[in-house]
């Protein structure tokens, strides 16, 4: 797994890669300073994930999140930041960030970057609790308009609970080929491109 740290304090950027590295199984092929690097860098180096702060000059680390995924909507971008502001964790999902931890919960770090890297979405407790309540502002919504089935009904839940393909296959005794064509299927009927995107449809509109 490769890995690029976006962090605008440049101790910080170095104590993590040191970290990281230390677990022989992530390499980070670059430290940068600001979210414009960070874009940049994509482009050249295309990670596996972008672990990335939010507060950096020049441009955030969700101008650059949102940059980097309109020009690549498979990329993985992880957020490790102190700040846990409700503006900033519904803008990080609606982007497509694929996780948000805070930099307080140290030792989880290297498990969220695994977790990632597998393909689910990782979010810290303290920003799971508030998930709900941030986006179940919204009325519901008839599925049947969108054409969802009762399987894809649960498929999303499993989705936004950060089940894996795998996970999700295992519970509903499927296929994970199966699951997988079944998300994609999903995703074009609600017009979505990300699977955190999938989470927020349910948060907002099926709770």
Request: aromatic share 6%.
């Amino acid at each position: 797994m490769t890995i690029i740290i976006v962090d605008d304090d440049k101790l910080v950027g170095i104590s993590l890669k040191t970290i990281i590295e230390a677990s022989g199984e992530i390499t980070v092929t670059a430290v940068v300073c600001c979210g414009a690097d960070a874009v940049r860098l994509y482009d050249e180096l295309r990670p596996d994930i972008v672990l990335m702060d939010i507060r950096m000059e020049e441009m955030t680390g969700l101008d650059a999140g949102e940059k980097i995924l309109a020009a690549h909507p498979e990329a993985k971008i992880l957020y490790l930041t102190t700040f846990s502001d409700d503006d900033y964790i519904i803008r990080a999902l609606k982007i497509g960030a694929r996780g948000y931890i805070l930099k307080q919960d140290f030792e989880s770090i290297i498990p969220a970057l695994k977790a990632v890297y597998a393909g689910q979405s990782v979010f810290g407790e303290d920003i799971v609790a508030k998930i709900p309540g941030l986006l179940s502002r919204n009325q519901k919504v008839d599925l049947n308009d969108y054409g969802i089935t009762d399987k894809e009904t649960e498929i999303i839940r499993l989705i936004a609970e950060g089940l894996s393909n795998r996970e999700i296959a295992e519970t509903l005794y499927l296929g994970e080929g199966t699951v997988r064509n079944a998300v994609s299927v999903i995703m074009d009927k609600l017009g979505l491109k990300r699977r955190t995107q999938l989470a927020i449809f349910y948060y907002k509109h099926m709770q």
